[in-house]
């Protein structure tokens, strides 16, 4: 398999030219002004013509931005001009080389999330040219342009090589050999400490739902999910697989999964799954429609990539530290269509995605190029200064790495609003109207009871406006064992937060609307199988914890 499956090319053998030689340009420059002694950028993205990977080298302290765009690189012709002579072709291949090496010897600093960006928009353009060029290229040709290319990739991603083969030449092409076309599955984080919420999930999906896609579970060793653990998840349901990640990606000190815990293993294992087309699902999600739904999601088809904004609160002095730092980030950066028209980003709320799905297409080489910068957020240095510091658990890594790394992306509809998520609960006690719990149809006309709803969840909708899944758990309040279904939901109102956190946060101002039949059925199963299996999973903790432990050697 190649590095690159055939694609329509982003840019030409001329652009990538002209690029490589205003480099090249840059670097004398730069060696001119050592001799002189004058301060010099370092910043790759001086030497490319005012596009989307131009970066910043700005501490979150600084003050914050302007917002204001930059002129992008050109729209350029789909087909290289001819011919793409073998000397055209050699320059391309030196020029590669030699912003390889900038590129190793020169690795992004934690806080450079631009910079790294920006690179790995110069990555994909050498994909895109070696899959165009590859029919006119000789073997010696094609082997030194993947030899630059892995090279760039090991160094500034160590994760990627397999820890069995740590010498391995072509280890990011060895990784995308273990994709198999057209697959469609769950990937999922298993540990101990969410088997409780990764059981639920599971009998959601299967029993409640009857969903027959496969579900691979990815874990951090024996210590972060024991065998007890494995084989009770393995004997909940059909086609379940259970993988120690560790065995599939490198883990170097500057990864250090099991110091992560289950936020890092996400965007991990989602890389290292074998299926092509994958939604990731973070344990305690429930969905009230099977989750293929979102496979042929219109934002998915159009993009490779979708995503769910979280809710709509917490504006003001808690989020400007998260905003100060997107804002350095991104001040050189042509905004995309989503970011325009983001709400959290442009009007100061803090936390811009619910990361509990995301859906992502890996046959296209731009969502990779977005998985590994947030993969590589995740990494220990740029977890523990920046991105969990900026959003818990690092729930915004998704849609900043893709929006830096120039990939497509879309989020989901959350039925207005801005597309920003609801909640699924009760009425309130203090309210006017009472809730109801039998309506088999949603009200969407102007008869809609107008009320409160409180919960623990962020709810998103389908596209065609009605309930899909929520982050939040079965279980109400969040740290609670006790079990109720919901009786409505709401959307496009406004929050407000509980008085602690085992409270339920309010939506008030939006148009209530009743669960339906259909979906109150598939909740009362969810509950039925949680409730049956909770005793099954304590007794699986409690003999892990009297389980009998090695002594260390003497």
Same mark, same amino acid.
Request: aromatic letters at 8%; a neutral charge; glycine letters at 8%.
């Given at each position: 398999?190649?590095?690159?499956?055939?694609?329509?090319?982003?840019?030409?053998?001329?652009?990538?030219?002209?690029?490589?030689?205003?480099?090249?340009?840059?670097?004398?420059?730069?060696?001119?002004?050592?001799?002189?002694?004058?301060?010099?950028?370092?910043?790759?993205?001086?030497?490319?013509?005012?596009?989307?990977?131009?970066?910043?080298?700005?501490?979150?302290?600084?003050?914050?931005?302007?917002?204001?765009?930059?002129?992008?690189?050109?729209?350029?012709?789909?087909?290289?001009?001819?011919?793409?002579?073998?000397?055209?072709?050699?320059?391309?291949?030196?020029?590669?080389?030699?912003?390889?090496?900038?590129?190793?010897?020169?690795?992004?600093?934690?806080?450079?999330?631009?910079?790294?960006?920006?690179?790995?928009?110069?990555?994909?353009?050498?994909?895109?040219?070696?899959?165009?060029?590859?029919?006119?290229?000789?073997?010696?040709?094609?082997?030194?342009?993947?030899?630059?290319?892995?090279?760039?990739?090991?160094?500034?991603?160590?994760?990627?090589?397999?820890?069995?083969?740590?010498?391995?030449?072509?280890?990011?092409?060895?990784?995308?050999?273990?994709?198999?076309?057209?697959?469609?599955?769950?990937?999922?984080?298993?540990?101990?400490?969410?088997?409780?919420?990764?059981?639920?999930?599971?009998?959601?999906?299967?029993?409640?739902?009857?969903?027959?896609?496969?579900?691979?579970?990815?874990?951090?060793?024996?210590?972060?999910?024991?065998?007890?653990?494995?084989?009770?998840?393995?004997?909940?349901?059909?086609?379940?697989?259970?993988?120690?990640?560790?065995?599939?990606?490198?883990?170097?000190?500057?990864?250090?999964?099991?110091?992560?815990?289950?936020?890092?293993?996400?965007?991990?294992?989602?890389?290292?799954?074998?299926?092509?087309?994958?939604?990731?699902?973070?344990?305690?999600?429930?969905?009230?429609?099977?989750?293929?739904?979102?496979?042929?999601?219109?934002?998915?088809?159009?993009?490779?990539?979708?995503?769910?904004?979280?809710?709509?609160?917490?504006?003001?002095?808690?989020?400007?530290?998260?905003?100060?730092?997107?804002?350095?980030?991104?001040?050189?950066?042509?905004?995309?269509?989503?970011?325009?028209?983001?709400?959290?980003?442009?009007?100061?709320?803090?936390?811009?995605?619910?990361?509990?799905?995301?859906?992502?297409?890996?046959?296209?080489?731009?969502?990779?190029?977005?998985?590994?910068?947030?993969?590589?957020?995740?990494?220990?240095?740029?977890?523990?200064?920046?991105?969990?510091?900026?959003?818990?658990?690092?729930?915004?890594?998704?849609?900043?790495?893709?929006?830096?790394?120039?990939?497509?992306?879309?989020?989901?509809?959350?039925?207005?609003?801005?597309?920003?998520?609801?909640?699924?609960?009760?009425?309130?006690?203090?309210?006017?109207?009472?809730?109801?719990?039998?309506?088999?149809?949603?009200?969407?006309?102007?008869?809609?009871?107008?009320?409160?709803?409180?919960?623990?969840?962020?709810?998103?909708?389908?596209?065609?406006?009605?309930?899909?899944?929520?982050?939040?758990?079965?279980?109400?309040?969040?740290?609670?064992?006790?079990?109720?279904?919901?009786?409505?939901?709401?959307?496009?109102?406004?929050?407000?937060?509980?008085?602690?956190?085992?409270?339920?946060?309010?939506?008030?101002?939006? =148009? *209530? %609307?009743? #669960?339906?039949?259909?979906? !109150?059925? &598939? +909740? /009362?199963?969810?509950?039925? =199988? *949680? %409730?049956? #299996?909770?005793?099954?999973? !304590?007794? &699986? +903790? /409690?003999?892990?914890?009297?389980?009998? %432990?090695?002594?260390?050697?003497?």
């Amino acid at each position: 398999m190649s590095l690159l499956s055939p694609s329509r090319p982003r840019y030409t053998l001329t652009t990538l030219l002209w690029v490589t030689m205003l480099f090249l340009i840059w670097q004398h420059y730069c060696g001119l002004n050592q001799m002189l002694g004058r301060p010099i950028d370092k910043d790759i993205s001086l030497v490319l013509p005012q596009s989307n990977a131009a970066s910043s080298n700005t501490q979150p302290d600084d003050k914050p931005l302007s917002k204001t765009p930059t002129k992008s690189l050109p729209q350029q012709p789909d087909q290289l001009p001819a011919p793409a002579t073998a000397d055209a072709i050699d320059a391309l291949i030196s020029s590669v080389d030699k912003t390889s090496l900038f590129f190793v010897n020169e690795s992004p600093q934690p806080s450079e999330f631009a910079k790294m960006g920006g690179r790995l928009q110069i990555l994909e353009t050498w994909l895109s040219a070696r899959a165009t060029l590859h029919p006119k290229m000789t073997h010696a040709q094609l082997q030194s342009l993947d030899n630059h290319i892995e090279r760039t990739i090991i160094t500034l991603f160590p994760f990627v090589g397999h820890p069995a083969q740590p010498k391995n030449a072509q280890p990011f092409t060895t990784l995308r050999e273990t994709f198999v076309p057209h697959t469609q599955g769950i990937v999922m984080v298993g540990s101990k400490s969410t088997l409780h919420s990764l059981a639920h999930t599971i009998l959601n999906i299967r029993l409640a739902l009857n969903s027959s896609l496969p579900i691979q579970i990815y874990h951090a060793g024996e210590t972060d999910f024991p065998p007890s653990a494995r084989r009770f998840i393995s004997r909940l349901s059909h086609n379940i697989t259970i993988h120690d990640l560790k065995h599939l990606i490198s883990d170097p000190p500057s990864l250090s999964l099991s110091a992560g815990g289950p936020p890092t293993l996400a965007p991990l294992s989602a890389l290292a799954s074998t299926f092509t087309h994958l939604l990731l699902i973070a344990p305690g999600t429930t969905f009230l429609r099977t989750p293929s739904t979102l496979l042929t999601h219109p934002s998915f088809l159009s993009t490779g990539a979708l995503f769910f904004h979280s809710h709509l609160h917490s504006v003001g002095g808690g989020a400007k530290p998260a905003h100060t730092f997107w804002q350095s980030q991104l001040k050189n950066h042509v905004p995309s269509a989503a970011l325009r028209a983001s709400r959290a980003y442009n009007e100061g709320y803090a936390d811009e995605a619910d990361a509990a799905v995301v859906v992502l297409d890996k046959s296209r080489v731009g969502t990779l190029m977005g998985m590994l910068h947030a993969c590589w957020q995740h990494t220990r240095k740029v977890r523990e200064g920046y991105t969990y510091r900026y959003a818990a658990d690092g729930r915004d890594s998704w849609w900043f790495g893709f929006e830096l790394a120039g990939a497509g992306y879309k989020w989901g509809n959350d039925g207005g609003g801005g597309g920003y998520g609801g909640t699924i609960g009760w009425a309130s006690s203090n309210s006017s109207s009472s809730s109801s719990s039998s309506s088999s149809h949603h009200s969407t006309g102007s008869g809609g009871v107008k009320t409160r709803i409180c919960g623990t969840t962020t709810l998103h909708l389908a596209p065609d406006g009605n309930p899909l899944w929520y982050s939040g758990g079965l279980r109400q309040p969040h740290g609670s064992t006790e079990y109720d279904v919901p009786t409505q939901w709401m959307v496009e109102g406004e929050w407000q937060r509980a008085p602690d956190e085992l409270g339920m946060d309010c939506m008030e101002g939006g =148009e *209530a %609307r009743d #669960v339906s039949d259909g979906e !109150r059925a &598939v +909740l /009362e199963r969810s509950v039925r =199988e *949680a %409730r049956a #299996v909770d005793g099954k999973v !304590r007794r &699986v +903790l /409690e003999g892990e914890r009297n389980r009998p %432990r090695p002594r260390p050697p003497k």
